[in-house]
Every structure is written in C-alpha cells, then in structure tokens.
C-alpha cells in the first residue's frame, strides 16, 4: 500500500464547487481496484487548504493501473478546473509508527480485562473437556492451559502482551495446533462452547462486543483447524493478531 497527499488551496468562492466535482470523482475511486480507500478533508484553520488521501495498491498501480485504465479519463475530467490549485501531490510510504487512540475502548477492557477472560476460559475447557466432540482432543491438556490461553486472548484484543513475552507469541500457540487434524464439527463445537462459556460468566452481551468478540473466534478457529491439517505449511513466525471493533464501536453517544 502506497498513501498519495494531494494539498489543494481553494479560493472560498470555489470550494463548494470543489468538493462536489471530488464527490462525484470519488464514485469512479470506488470503483477502481487500484484503490484502497480515500477522504478529503478541509483545514479547520485555514478554510482555503484541503488534503486529499488515497490510499492506493501501489504506485505503479496507481500510475499504471488507474492512470493508464478507463475510469481515469472521467476521474480527471472532474478534477481538472483545480489542478493549477495543486500545493503537493506526492506518494508516502506509512511508517511502523500507528495506531489507535485511546478514545474507544479496547474490546480488552471492555470484556473486564484478564479477570474475565480467566473466568471465561476456566468455565470453557471445564465443558470442552467433559464434551465428547472436542473433550478427546484436550485428554492431555496442560493444567495451566485456560490462563494461557486467556493469555493469549488478552493481548489480540488490546491488552497486555504477555503471552508473547511469557509464552513463545504466534511461533508457540501455531506449534500447539499442527497436526492435531481439528475437522470441522470439532472447530464449530469447540465455537459453540466458548459462546455459551460467555454468556455463562457474563461476558458483556452488547451486539458490538459479541460480533467482534465472535468475528475473531470464527477466524482464529477456521485458522486453527487449516493450520492442524497434516501438510499444512503456515506462517510460523508472526505477530500475535490485534482485533478491534470492526466497523462497529461501541456508539458513545
Ligand atoms: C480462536 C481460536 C483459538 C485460539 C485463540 C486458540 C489458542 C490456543 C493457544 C494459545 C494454545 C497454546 C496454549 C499454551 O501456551 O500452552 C492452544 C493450544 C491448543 N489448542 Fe487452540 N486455539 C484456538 C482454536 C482451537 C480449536 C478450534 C481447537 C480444536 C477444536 C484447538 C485445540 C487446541 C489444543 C488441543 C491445544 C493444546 C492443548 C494442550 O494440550 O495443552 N484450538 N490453543
């Protein structure tokens, strides 16, 4: 991904003008597959300054792909009038340094932290263990296996990072995976329990927690059970995930 900073100074007779042609250049950005995502914004200070940001595939994609394709000659038609009003208009790589802030919560702390996640594995492998779809396959569980992996749950869903630093990360929770073969009735049971471990211990029931809580188990589950297959060659050294809220923060109003 390659992010592009166009800076415009718009005289203020022609800013309402402005944003409608980009506004109407902007539904053939959303058509281009060069295009990863876009947002005007116009400078709260000084009126006359707006920044554009598209984020694009690549340069060349950008250049090649979307210059060179046929949703561009429309694309300039609308930008044209406001190309002599153009400050900057270059390509930046995204460095290491991102983030959120600490406005929205982390689905960590909303869940109650470590306490609740220790609450809601310990009741978990408590009945995977007793379940006779998935209880064989934890016949020889490490007794200290649900704080491991409530360990594990913390720091993908914002908090500490401790099974990293505790633990062996990404590199140990994939070796405890391969080769257990995890067919698909067991994954799904293995989802199944830990839904209703949650209600058990009171996990908060909001639909914006519950869908992103449950969107990560469904992906890291159907990752688990690939990742078991014998033959599997996965990624063996990674970061441990981060999950957020998705397209659903908590509405604070
Ligand atoms: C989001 C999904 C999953 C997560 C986050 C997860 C997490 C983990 C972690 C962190 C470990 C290693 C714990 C340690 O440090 O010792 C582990 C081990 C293990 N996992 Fe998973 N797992 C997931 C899905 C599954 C599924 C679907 C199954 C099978 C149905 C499964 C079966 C196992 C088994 C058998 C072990 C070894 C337990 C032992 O003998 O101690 N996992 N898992």
């Not at 067919?183 to 799904?188: G, K, W």
Request: glycine share 10%; proline share 8%.
């Amino acid at each position: 991904m390659i992010v592009e900073y166009i800076r415009y100074r718009i005289p203020d007779d022609r800013s309402a003008a402005f944003e409608e042609a980009y506004g109407r250049a902007a539904l053939l950005l959303a058509r281009a597959p060069q295009c990863a995502d876009y947002e005007l914004s116009r400078c709260a200070d000084d009126p006359a300054s707006y920044i554009l940001r598209i984020t694009w595939t690549s340069a060349k994609e950008h250049l090649e792909g979307f210059r060179g394709g046929e949703l561009f000659p429309g694309f300039l038609a609308e930008v044209r009038p406001y190309v002599g009003m153009i400050e900057e208009m270059r390509h930046y790589e995204p460095a290491a340094v991102r983030g959120t802030g600490g406005a929205v919560p982390t689905l960590y702390d909303w869940m109650g932290g470590t306490e609740a996640l220790e609450r809601l594995t310990e009741r978990f492998y408590e009945t995977v263990r007793a379940d006779d779809v998935v209880g064989p396959l934890f016949a020889h569980m490490d007794p200290g296996h649900p704080r491991y992996v409530a360990m594990w749950l913390a720091e993908v869903f914002g908090g500490p990072a401790r099974y990293t630093g505790e633990r062996g990360g990404y590199a140990h929770m994939l070796g405890m995976h391969l080769n257990r073969a995890i067919t698909e009735a067991q994954r799904r049971r293995w989802v199944t329990l830990l839904a209703d471990a949650a209600d058990e211990v009171g996990l908060p029931d909001d639909p914006e927690f519950r869908a992103a809580f449950m969107g990560y188990i469904e992906w890291g589950t159907r990752l688990a059970l690939a990742n078991s297959q014998p033959g599997a060659a996965p990624v063996r050294q990674a970061p441990v995930p981060r999950w957020g809220w998705g397209v659903a923060p908590p509405y604070q109003g």
